[in-house]
């Protein structure tokens, strides 16, 4: 079995054992406040993190692309135990260019941000149009119709706020002759009115990158901070090096908001690109950071985690998560995990509360009015197609496929964030020719995992890369079927059927997981696990009820 180098704290860990690790440490099943935390804090699809705080509470934006509600908002006072609490956009009618955008467009690096008594959420649609914000006196909602941006095309924007004026800082490069290395990128700035979203005066160049052959520069955050002489000055934190393996974070400084910027001798802060090929945890960068109240400094950042298969092959299955980086400023200076300069896989955790937030059910009843806020949808829906009715989730069966580019089919998924983990579901469903319903482990149209009753039929078939291989074909007429999955620790998936919970059998052998991993299905995008149904492109008046969903995941301790 390879080896995989671990960070931070020097640990020699197998892949299979770093699969199994815990998100937080043992002692929080005690109800004591452990000493260590272990990343990622926000495991499975939750790249670009993007950080503020109010007083003692915490809140985290992440991108989210082609899916919808769109922009997690998550809440924490301990900066490790992190709850879902709203989406930045879930109203349908304020976003509908999302209704059509390809797979990996979509919502691209949010910038959260709280000034005045208001929170403001600032985003980059790609295939949308441009870049927008939105509003809110209140994290959990409701957040405001998006306010376009007049005069900017680039992507992932911050605001900063001085001198009661605002500040907008964009990507691009204002004189294009000034550059003569491949991929180049740069981040200017230039004020704002939020009021309206018109860009105000003229654009100041701030960086071409780092260095004379810096690439995709990206992913910038403005702070106004303290030097080792207590006078204040301006930091620029940015993202460089493209979102695989070369990712990296590097910091400029100013002594004004307007430039020039100088990069910082020692940079990137922190990256994995020198580590080599077998490094677990890989692609670091597009980062923000926060001081707590007790004036400590924390980074958050994205990451990815590699795993290995039954065969040996190394594969990131859980696509960007979000990880947590202890920071200590030096000579004014951002310094990321001191001693190590990288992200631990474990490390003491921030010196705040402890505040974990209560288990969630494993199994998802519907037995609520609204759904949970952790299902998801394949862009903004232009038809209301599922509704919970006397205990069941109903999906309308429509025309839209899987295998369908730039649709919004009846599905709704939650994301995986676990490399172990089990997933069932039961449904009733009276299936016609053409009709279909089960559970579905997605990625995007090339890449995804079905398993599905018919007329007449229970079929097990996954697409790889475009091509799809039907596993496993069973007779099978009754109404009801409960559908399930099992994950293992080399990346296989066992599934399973049954017409009770009670009565369930095993179909298709152990398949390979590695379909959905970044390495099959490439692009921003993350996995997913939950229900669907199609009429496979005829019209269709039928619906499929879901009992009730279950997700699990061994690789966490909540």
């Known amino acids: 079995m390879k080896k995989l180098v671990s960070n931070g704290l020097g640990i020699i860990a ?35 993190p993007s950080i503020t705080r109010v007083g003692e509470d915490y809140y985290l934006a992440n991108s989210s692309f082609e899916w919808f509600p769109a922009v997690p908002i998550y809440h924490s006072k301990d900066l490790v135990n992190w709850q879902l609490i709203s989406y930045a956009v879930s109203e349908p009618d304020y976003l509908p260019e999302l209704a059509d955008v390809d797979k990996t467009r979509g919502i691209y690096a949010p910038t959260l941000r709280y000034h005045d008594g208001t929170y403001y959420m600032i985003t980059t649609c790609v295939q949308c149009g441009s870049n927008f914000y939105v509003t809110a006196t209140n994290p959990q909602g409701p957040w405001s119709k998006p306010i376009w941006v007049e005069g900017d095309r680039g992507i992932d924007p911050d605001l900063f706020w001085e001198n009661g004026k605002a500040y907008y800082t ?37 960086t071409y990158g780092h260095a004379i052959n810096a690439r995709w520069t990206e992913g910038p955050h403005i702070y106004k901070i303290d030097d080792k002489k207590g006078k204040k000055r301006y930091m620029l934190l940015v993202a460089e090096g493209g979102t695989g393996e070369d990712h990296a974070v590097n910091v400029f400084d100013s002594q ?30 597009h980062a923000d950071i926060i001081q707590t109240q007790n004036g400590d400094w924390w980074m958050v950042l994205l990451a990815k985690r590699k795993f290995e298969d039954s065969k040996g092959a190394l594969h990131n299955m859980l696509a960007r998560e979000t990880f947590l980086v202890p920071v200590v400023m030096e000579n ?72 369908d580019n730039r649709v919004n089919p009846s599905m709704l998924v939650r994301r ?48 790889k890369k475009g091509k799809y291989t039907e596993v496993a074909h069973v007779p099978f007429t009754k109404k009801s079927a409960v559908f399930g999955v099992k ?28 379909a959905t991993s970044d390495q099959m299905a490439g692009g921003f995008n993350g996995p997913y696990v939950g229900m669907y149904t199609t009429s496979d492109g005829e019209l269709s008046t039928n619906s499929a009820e879901f009992k009730w969903f279950e997700y699990e995941g061994f690789d966490r301790a909540q």
Request: net charge positive.
């Open 487 to 514: 994950s293992t620790p080399d990346l296989q998936l066992q599934f399973s059927y049954g017409s009770t919970a009670k009565h369930m059998k095993p179909i298709g052998g152990l398949v390979s997981a590695v």
């Open 14 to 48: 197998s892949l299979a054992l770093s699969a199994l690790l815990p998100l937080h440490s043992v002692a929080a099943q005690n109800n004591s406040a452990p000493t260590n935390y272990q990343n990622p804090v926000i495991p499975g699809f939750h790249p670009d």
């Open 256 to 285: 004004s908001l307007k430039g020039p910027y100088v990069p910082h001798h020692k940079n990137p802060i922190i990256t994995h690109r020198n580590l080599g090929n077998n490094e677990q945890i890989n692609s670091t960068g």
């Open 332 to 403: 004014g200076w951002p310094v990321a995990n001191p001693g190590y300069a990288r992200i631990p896989h474990q490390a003491q955790r921030p010196d705040l509360p402890w505040t974990p937030f209560p288990k969630k059910p494993v199994r998802d009843e519907f037995d609520q009015p609204t759904l949970d806020l952790a299902f998801n949808m394949l862009r903004n829906p232009t038809e209301k197609w599922h509704q919970i009715s006397n205990g069941s989730l109903v999906l309308n069966t429509r025309s839209a496929n899987l295998s």
């Open 416 to 463: 995986i964030q676990d490399i172990q983990y089990k997933a069932a579901t039961e449904v009733e469903f009276n299936a016609t020719k053409n009709e279909s319903a089960g559970l579905v482990i997605y990625r995007d149209y090339n890449s995804y995992y079905q398993l599905s009753k018919s007329q007449t039929h229970i079929t097990l078939g996954y697409m």
């Open 170 to 206: 964009g990507t691009g490069i204002l004189e294009p002759k000034k550059v003569t290395w491949p991929n180049p990128n740069g981040i200017w700035i230039q004020e704002i009115d939020l009021k309206t979203g018109t860009l105000l005066g003229s654009k100041t160049q701030l």
